[in-house]
């Protein structure tokens, strides 16, 4: 049966492309030369990823990762503008980070209703009338829409949980997190029954919902660990990552055994490989508990409400500091409590960890010329912007262009970077031929 957590996907992110401005003239009764009345273009909507705590999963983006916003509308006679594109707001779950393919960083969406622009949407192209001047009476021709931005980007889900229950598989963490929550995970006895992680909420202390001295945070119960995971052995690095946020760990050894081991030798893999995958989670409060105590024979004189102790062989005392049975519900008591007083301390002394955000500033409205072979590309939104006009045989459009590369320094920096007459220079889709103005 597939899983209905997903942690890791890709999703396709298309702005709305703009609007083409038109080229009309007015046309009235006893008017025989109305003068240009071509409206602009509206601009594409622009798509954003939110945060939410109503989504857990990162499923929706399996089998439809397009996302794509709406289209400006173009402009119309009577200096009508075209109706912009409508924003495309996606839904993701707190705790989303937003990557590069490259793997670069670009948003940490750790709060609800944090919101990251993954595309933006094309400016709308301006209609004759824009470019009316007296030295032009009747343009005839108008500027062509702008697209959206297009990117694939790859989102990656940490959760959000102020304590991470981490073990060997069939430790006994999900009977431990169906115990002290509301969460029901599926439980059975065999290894690797958990592959994804699941939450749970705890409530300890005080007499109802609204008592002030109660305790609430958030258990997870991440899938079981192997020696290796942190080299990325088995799941290793997708299990490992839910550990990161986490204000707290809990470090469970099974006092029974089952693998082989015994508890001090589970503890220090269990260790080491939190070690060798993030050197900082070493610093994080954690306690170690042997669970699963119901499994080995315990002293005689513990009551119902104690924690067992094992006898014999690898003493639990010597590395645990709790001994639970989530079967019996011996020694839970004291276990939520030391996690109540740990994430009330954690949560005043700082805050869930969470990625820097990249900063993206727009691109220079300026230029920048660079030389492929004998060929030299300019790059830079308003040199694009400036050839983009609909009809480049019209005498009057050729010269605007000019005069418009010109003002952006186009031809400058054509010149400082060698450029000599007959070169070919790409600007946008088009080519031209350079002639300098000597």
């Given at each position: 049966?597939?899983?209905?957590?997903?942690?890791?996907?890709?999703?396709?992110?298309?702005?709305?492309?703009?609007?083409?401005?038109?080229?009309?003239?007015?046309?009235?009764?006893?008017?025989?030369?109305?003068?240009?009345?071509?409206?602009?273009?509206?601009?594409?909507?622009?798509?954003?990823?939110?945060?939410?705590?109503?989504?857990?999963?990162?499923?929706?983006?399996?089998?439809?990762?397009?996302?794509?916003?709406?289209?400006?509308?173009?402009?119309?006679?009577?200096?009508?503008h075209g109706r912009n594109g409508g924003d495309l707001v996606v839904p993701v779950p707190v705790g989303t980070i937003v990557r590069h393919p490259n793997g670069d960083v670009l948003a940490d969406l750790t709060s609800s209703g944090d919101r990251y622009l993954a595309a933006a949407g094309g400016r709308g192209g301006r209609g004759?009338?824009?470019?009316?001047?007296?030295?032009?009476?009747?343009?005839?021709?108008?500027?062509?829409?702008e697209l959206g931005e297009e990117h694939w980007l790859n989102l990656e889900l940490e959760l959000m949980a102020d304590v991470a229950v981490v073990g060997f598989p069939n430790a006994g963490k999900s009977t431990l997190v169906s115990r002290i929550s509301a969460a029901r995970p599926k439980i059975a006895d065999y290894p690797f029954t958990t592959l994804e992680p699941h939450l749970g909420v705890v409530r300890f202390g005080g007499t109802s919902r609204q008592?002030?001295?109660?305790?609430?945070?958030?258990?997870?119960?991440?899938?079981?660990?192997i020696e290796g995971a942190s080299e990325g052995r088995g799941l290793g690095h997708k299990f490992l990552r839910h550990v990161e946020r986490a204000r707290v760990l809990v470090v469970l050894a099974d006092l029974g055994e089952d693998e082989g081991r015994a508890p001090s030798e589970q503890v220090r893999i269990l260790l080491d490989e939190l070690r060798r995958y993030r050197p900082e989670l070493m610093e994080r409060p954690r306690i170690i508990v042997g669970s699963r105590a119901d499994r080995r024979p315990a002293?005689?004189?513990?009551?119902?409400?104690?924690?067992?102790?094992?006898?014999?062989?690898?003493?639990?005392?010597?590395?645990?500091?709790?001994?639970?049975?989530?079967?019996?519900?011996?020694?839970?008591?004291?276990?939520?409590?030391?996690?109540?007083?740990?994430?009330?301390?954690?949560?005043?002394?700082?805050?869930?960890?969470?990625?820097?955000?990249?900063?993206?500033r727009p691109e220079p409205e300026g230029v920048t010329v660079n030389?492929?072979?004998?060929?030299?590309?300019?790059?830079?939104?308003?040199?694009?912007?400036?050839?983009?006009?609909?009809?480049?045989?019209?005498?009057?459009?050729?010269?605007?262009?000019?005069?418009?590369?010109?003002?952006?320094?186009?031809?400058?920096?054509?010149?400082?970077?060698?450029?000599?007459?007959?070169?070919?220079?790409?600007?946008g889709e088009l080519s031209f031929t350079y002639e300098s103005e000597r």
């Open positions: 049966m597939a899983s209905d957590f997903v942690d890791e996907s890709q999703i396709h992110v298309k702005g709305g492309n703009g609007g083409a401005g038109a080229v009309s003239f007015r046309r009235e009764a006893h008017v025989s030369k109305g003068g240009p009345d071509g409206g602009d273009g509206g601009r594409g909507g622009s798509v954003y990823l939110e945060a939410t705590t109503n989504l857990a999963s990162l499923l929706s983006f399996v089998d439809h990762p397009h996302r794509r916003a709406g289209d400006g509308g173009h402009g119309g006679s009577k200096k009508r004759n009338a824009r470019f009316l001047t007296n030295r032009l009476r009747a343009p005839a021709f108008a500027e062509q829409a008592d002030e001295d109660a305790v609430e945070f958030v258990v997870a119960d991440i899938p079981g660990l002293r005689t004189g513990d009551g119902p409400g104690d924690s067992p102790e094992p006898a014999g062989g690898d003493r639990a005392d010597a590395v645990t500091e709790l001994q639970i049975s989530a079967v019996t519900g011996a020694g839970l008591p004291r276990l939520l409590g030391r996690l109540a007083v740990l994430v009330a301390e954690a949560r005043t002394a700082t805050p869930l960890p969470r990625h820097a955000i990249v900063v993206h030389r492929v072979g004998a060929v030299f590309v300019v790059a830079g939104r308003e040199a694009a912007r400036a050839v983009a006009v609909s009809d480049l045989t019209d005498p009057d459009a050729l010269e605007h262009i000019h005069r418009r590369l010109k003002r952006i320094g186009v031809d400058r920096a054509l010149g400082r970077a060698g450029a000599q007459d007959g070169d070919t220079v790409h600007i």
